[in-house]
């Protein structure tokens, strides 16, 4: 079919523009008489029910809501052929990264449009691969999936952990690789865990079984490490690390490749980390404390010789390598092998005797190799400006893998020889789309301190910069997580139309280390929705587009974003996306795992960062006037990462306020969803060809 949406269409989008938005009839929300005081500050919180996941009226208020928005939605003449077009885009096939375990390879593919990844093996890399396990199997929507997965030392076992409906709690099984059976073996409640194989079993982490009812929306506490032997029931599962005079702490296993050595990491947050060690050889023997506090993170690459390898950002915000000497652990002793640069050191690979080391230079993916003692051997030659991700190797094998991505390059695999240098494609996805009508730019703009922020353009080469271009700009800001270059098959669709895609590299993230990050965090992140709208004013400036023509999108602490700077500045923007977002900024920490962000957004427990939080919490400072974009809420009914209940308050706070406004205020609640992890590609699509058919019709799109 064309690949453009038939020109044609454009008189019944200009008849179904002229309907009065102001007409939709919002489902009636109850309100509740709640009002909390934060030291001395009465604050009201009329939609608290929602935070109960089982509450009286709830399903039948999420169905009303649901059946407003898809009604909405299903008057949008081109819906139908975006879908359509999503899933010629969608129908593909890619491959994970493969990693080699006992001379066997094992790596992910789904091929077109299967919902779910199957998992293969080869017996070398030059037998025909066979399927190992295929969750496409698991359940008859496609919402089983497989979240994880771990080869036993001798490659005779995968354990492997499923996740039902999105939600982060997983059951680990145990599949015999040389008879493609499952044995009896089954653990439940695992959450937030690996899988660390040792001897005949393995170590994982898990909470105690939550009660009836409770399991999505109860904080988790508690978390411990286990090791469970084949064979065996979970209630004889040994019990290994636990710490019960801290609830709110987190409790990672890591075996060194020559299983010595047990590392435990323990978190209170989602960055820093302290870490423990002990030694699998010695009978009963406890752990020593590697590293005290949770100020530095600390990441073992492995051990080789006596040396444990470590990532950290110990006194160094962009990262070293380290090594320590198992037999003389203290801080004194440390060795850097790579130093701190001025480019942040992302991660690091121990692969045939040497070091891969992946750093992050002005937002760009540079990979470069050493020896043991820190010497430059050799650097990467990468093919644009792109990411890579998922460096598979072992320190005895001399062949490596790694991802190459961009916005115009879905993500390719390149083998690598240790030894010679050479580099080889060894997976490229074939995709019906012509990416060389397509360029990508990186820019640098002026935030309102004058810290200087980069972002990525992509759009149709030759576009006129006549500030009428439909535009949408995305951002996360937040975790220290780098917005990299990356592939999106959905996003094709935006961009074929006429669409530029600009990705904002804003502070809270890590793409310039712990400085950039810190600076977008607790009081200091009205610099993240600074540097966003400073984005957006730059868009409109450089005639990109205009106040009319832009659209934002951002998912979870991005979600939060979208929420604060429509808030902040709703003159600027058009449409508005906000995704399974932190939207109670008060109340966050009191759900699941919620307590972790703390580190991250500050509490409402102290009285400082309260008003802070009270001042750009989006549910609390959603304005009467009737100037809002449109705004198109999307969540799930199984999140238990960030509850339900925040887009809820959020849609509900909006549609009292901004209901009589011209611009719809809706909210898409997915069933048998959750965070995104797992999603089926058949739901992607769907709420994919929502998402833009709603962004284009509210900007007033003609497309051709």
Not at 7 to 13: D, S, W
Not at 19 to 27: A, G, L, T
Not at 140 to 169: L, M, P, R
Request: with cysteine; glycine share 6%; charged share 20%.
């Amino acid at each position: 079919m064309n690949k453009l949406i038939p020109f044609t269409l454009a008189v019944f989008v200009m008849a179904f523009l002229s309907c009065d938005s102001n007409k939709i009839k919002y489902p009636e929300t109850k309100k509740v008489d709640v009002v909390d005081n934060y030291f001395g500050v009465n604050v009201a919180d009329p939609y608290r029910w929602f935070e109960d996941d089982k509450a009286e009226g709830l399903s039948e208020w999420i169905k009303a809501q649901n059946e407003i928005t898809f009604n909405y939605l299903s008057k949008i003449p081109y819906r139908e052929t975006l879908r359509e077009r999503l899933s010629e885009l969608w129908n593909y096939s890619s491959i994970s990264t493969p990693y080699i375990k006992a001379g066997k390879v094992f790596f992910f593919k789904r091929d077109g449009l299967q919902n779910q990844s199957v998992f293969y093996m080869q017996n070398s890399l030059h037998d025909e691969p066979k399927v190992l396990i295929d969750p496409n199997t698991f359940s008859e929507d496609g919402t089983v999936a497989i979240s994880q997965i771990s080869i036993s030392g001798k490659a005779d076992y995968a354990a492997y952990a499923i996740a039902d409906g999105g939600s982060d709690w997983m059951k680990i099984m145990v599949r015999d690789i040389k008879t493609g059976k499952d044995l009896a073996d089954e653990i439940r409640w695992v959450k937030f865990s690996g899988i660390e194989w040792f001897k005949d079993g393995f170590f994982y982490s898990r909470y105690d079984e939550p009660k009836e009812g409770s399991e999505l929306t109860n904080v988790n506490q508690f978390h411990k490490v286990y090791y469970h032997k084949l064979g065996t029931k979970q209630s004889e599962d040994r019990l290994i690390f636990h710490n019960q005079e801290y609830p709110l702490r987190n409790y990672g296993a890591q075996v060194t490749s020559d299983e010595n050595f047990l590392i435990i990491s323990e978190t209170e947050s989602t960055h820093g980390n302290a870490l423990y060690i002990s030694n699998l050889h010695k009978r009963d023997q406890d752990f020593l404390n590697l590293t005290t506090s949770f100020e530095y993170s600390y990441h073992v690459i492995d051990h080789v010789d006596g040396y444990l390898y470590v990532l950290t950002n110990y006194r160094s915000p962009k990262y070293k390598l380290i090594k320590i000497n198992i037999n003389s652990l203290d801080i004194g002793n440390w060795i850097d092998v790579l130093p701190e640069s001025k480019d942040v050191l992302e991660s690091c690979v121990l692969a045939g005797g040497k070091i891969i080391a992946t750093y992050i230079d002005n937002v760009k993916s540079r990979v470069e190799v050493y020896d043991l003692n820190g010497e430059k051997l050799h650097q990467i030659s990468l093919p644009t400006i792109g990411t890579v991700g998922g460096v598979s190797a072992s320190f005895k094998d001399q062949t490596a893998f790694f991802t190459f991505t961009s916005f115009t390059v879905p993500s390719v695999v390149y083998s690598f020889d240790t030894k010679t240098y050479d580099l080889k494609e060894y997976f490229r996805p074939n995709i019906n789309f012509d990416f060389d009508n397509y360029e990508v730019k990186q820019i640098f703009y002026k935030s309102k301190d004058g810290t200087e922020v980069p972002m990525f353009i992509v759009h149709k080469k030759g576009l006129e910069l006549n500030g009428q271009n439909p535009t949408l700009l995305y951002g996360y800001g937040g975790f220290n997580a780098s917005m990299m270059p990356s592939f999106a098959p959905s996003r094709l669709v935006w961009l074929e139309n006429g669409g530029v895609y600009a990705l904002a590299n804003i502070r809270g993230g890590g793409e310039y280390g712990e400085n950039w990050y810190r600076s977008g965090t607790k009081l200091n992140k009205q610099n993240v929705f600074d540097d966003f709208i400073a984005a957006a004013e730059y868009l409109i400036a450089e005639n990109y587009t205009s106040a009319k023509k832009l659209a934002i999108q951002g998912g979870s602490n991005g979600g939060l974003l979208i929420g604060a700077v429509v808030n902040q500045r709703p003159d600027l923007f058009k449409v508005a996306i906000p995704q399974v977002g932190v939207m109670d900024m008060l109340r966050f920490h009191l759900f699941t795992i919620g307590w972790a962000w703390v580190n991250d957004y500050g509490s409402s427990e102290d009285s400082v960062q309260f008003l802070n939080l009270y001042k750009y919490s989006p549910i609390h400072n959603v304005k009467s006037n009737p100037g809002y974009p449109a705004i198109l809420v999307t969540t799930a009914d199984r999140d238990d990462r960030v509850v339900p209940a925040h887009s809820f308050k959020y849609i509900a706070t909006l549609q009292e306020k901004q209901g009589k406004g011209a611009n719809p205020k809706l909210i898409r609640i997915q069933t048998r969803a959750g965070h995104s992890a797992g999603t089926p590609t058949s739901m992607r699509i769907e709420e994919a060809a929502d998402i833009y058919a709603f962004i284009f019709y509210n900007l007033h799109v003609n497309i051709k």
